[in-house]
């Protein structure tokens, strides 16, 4: 009983940071539909700027605001480029070249070794439930999970902002339409995605190791949740927590097969229903 309980914790703690990463990225998807392909990138660099200041500062804080305000500016540099590119295809496409761009830089400046932040010892005391004891961090993970998706419901559903972002992820030509500056919107939901993307870099890479592939395997599991989800859902994100269970379950008992149980759970839910569990219909 124990280890399924560490088994589903874990797949549920995994979620938690995915849910924090594709929160973003769903929202990108769904508003501008583009595939940011160069989002898997903000995770690692999120990862490593919070790395370089934590290890000048020795504050893990600072070195998390850090990592997640310059993921931020660099989605704003992305989105500048984006924009000044026509069409969905050669606008992916752009986004492929800056990841390329951005993790070589990555291996240039950081080299190609695996790293992790050291938590503050407040956040890593163990969480103790009768006889199983869990890592605090993990558990922190899954908190700041929760509160960023109470905090995006009610920036999406009980703000202006949010209506409008719900308004133009059903059609953005209207809501251009009728006088709104939907340039700004995309900007601010570029910056959104970039600084959720960078956050969780940071908390992540407080308990895995990251390194050069990390940002393909972050971005391959976000593109998951995304398509399982349903585009510009935010619920759909919460699918994470789905996909990290099976992650979990799928290394543990069946790791030669771990890839086709998460590939075969996309297929069946595509097949059922092409949309995504929380996307609306085309």
């Known amino acids: 009983m124990n280890n399924t309980?560490?088994?589903?914790?874990?797949?549920?703690?995994?979620?938690?940071?995915?849910?924090?990463?594709?929160?973003?990225?769903t929202l990108i998807f769904g508003l501008m539909r583009i595939v940011n392909m160069s989002h898997g990138v903000f995770y690692i660099l999120g990862a490593y700027v919070s790395y370089t200041v934590q290890s000048k500062t020795g504050n893990w804080v600072v070195g998390t605001l850090a990592g997640t305000a310059a993921v931020g500016l660099m989605a704003l540099i992305v989105y500048q480029l984006i924009n000044?590119?026509?069409?969905?295809?050669?606008?992916t496409l752009l986004t492929v070249g800056i990841a390329m761009i951005l993790?070589?830089?990555?291996?240039?400046?950081?080299?190609?070794?695996?790293?992790?932040?050291?938590?503050?010892?407040?956040?890593?005391?163990?969480?103790?439930?009768?006889?199983?004891?869990?890592?605090?961090?993990?558990?922190?993970?899954?908190v700041t999970a929760v509160v960023i998706g109470l905090a995006l419901w009610v920036l999406l559903h009980h703000t202006k902002f949010g209506a409008i972002v719900r308004a133009g992820v059903d059609n953005r030509w209207m809501v251009a339409a009728l006088g709104i500056n939907i340039e700004r919107i995309f900007a601010l939901t570029f910056l959104l995605g970039g600084l959720l993307a960078g956050f969780g870099g940071a908390i992540g890479g407080s308990y895995l190791a990251f390194g050069p592939g990390t940002d393909f395997i972050i971005l391959t599991y976000a593109l998951?949740?995304?398509?399982?989800g349903g585009m510009?859902?935010?619920?759909g994100s919460a699918v994470g927590a789905v996909v990290g269970l099976v992650d979990s379950f799928g290394r543990t008992y069946f790791s030669e097969?771990?890839?086709?149980?998460?590939?075969?759970?996309?297929i069946l839910?595509?097949?059922?229903?092409?949309?995504?569990?929380?996307?609306?219909?085309?």
């Open 232 to 235: 510009g859902s935010l619920a």
């Open 224 to 228: 998951v949740v995304v398509i399982l």
């Open 103 to 142: 993790a070589d830089f990555c291996l240039w400046a950081w080299g190609g070794l695996p790293l992790t932040l050291q938590a503050p010892a407040q956040l890593r005391r163990p969480v103790i439930l009768g006889s199983f004891i869990y890592p605090g961090f993990r558990s922190f993970v899954l």
């Open 5 to 25: 309980f560490l088994l589903i914790m874990n797949g549920l703690t995994y979620g938690a940071l995915l849910f924090i990463v594709s929160s973003g990225f």
């Open 84 to 91: 000044r590119v026509n069409g969905d295809l050669p606008r």
């Open 269 to 282: 839910v595509l097949a059922f229903r092409p949309q995504g569990l929380f996307g609306r219909p085309g």
């Open 257 to 266: 097969l771990a890839i086709f149980l998460l590939s075969g759970t996309l």
